[in-house]
């Protein structure tokens, strides 16, 4: 399909960026459970995610085509309304595992158990309206180039956040999008079992030495120019994080005592059970960082700090 000439319909809900590459603005400014989407027109037209209104996806599709969605991993804001792509080619990580086809499934990978997985098909999936993915088209890996003629997006992957989390590099524009690396204020997220500090921090650092030209994130407006101050503040968020865990700890407390207290969501997550999975990890990961470093000792189960 050629649709170099074909136009489509810009509104508010919809941003140019660069020469044919557009911002799908999601609702709630594209906070979870919605996330932005990137749309890049050429030969073939491609959309990077489905985490923004479902109309505007398929009034984009009905315009010009969409003849690709590649997913960036598979966190559910960003694959939430894939389905209604599904008659157009569909890309996956090379990473994302077979959970993906069955929420239950889905579910258990995100949260540990085969019990908190099935609550969270029935929490997450139904209130994001999920559906599973189906077999892909293709597989995509690190250093693959998806060339449309008006653009060269390389795809590079980005663990730490998910193990089939990818950020995206258009070269022609120097267009950086790094997805989930997404400068919030609640900081870096890594609270499903794959989610991992060290990993993570060092995707980060990969990825803001690309010569970009601005960078954009799954769940922020694009920052033109130099960025380098936003990427600086996330990765500072990793020791922000690790400070406020330490600080929790008092005169010491077990990893439940730290989960139900949670540290990170202040228990306002829409469902305790999931909440309890998130806290869980990402305390234990910045309690092994602690233990460590010596500034916490393990007693019988019990996290102490070292005076």
Known sequence: MNNKNMRFTEDKQVQRIAENIYLLIAPQRGQFPYCHGFLFTGNRNILI???????????????????????????????????????????LPAETPDSVYDLNLLGERFTGTRERGIRWADVIGKTLGLKPLREPDGRYSHGDIFDIGTARIEAIHAPGHLDDHYCFFEHLTGTLICTDIDFSSFGPWYGNPEGKIKPFMESVVRIMSIPYSRVCTSHKLPHEGDASGRFSAFLAAFGRQKQEVYDFLGSGKTLHEIAEGSPFYKNKFMDAVIQYAFEEHMAGENLALLVEEGLVAVEGGVFVPVK
């Not at 315009?63 to 792509?85: A, K, T």
Request: proline share 2%; net charge negative.
């Open 49 to 91: 995610d489905a985490g923004a209104d479902e109309d505007l996806i398929l009034r984009i599709d009905r315009e010009i085509g969409i003849d690709s969605l590649v997913i960036s991993h598979s966190h559910p804001d960003h694959i939430r309304r894939w389905f209604v792509l599904n008659h157009r080619k569909l890309l």
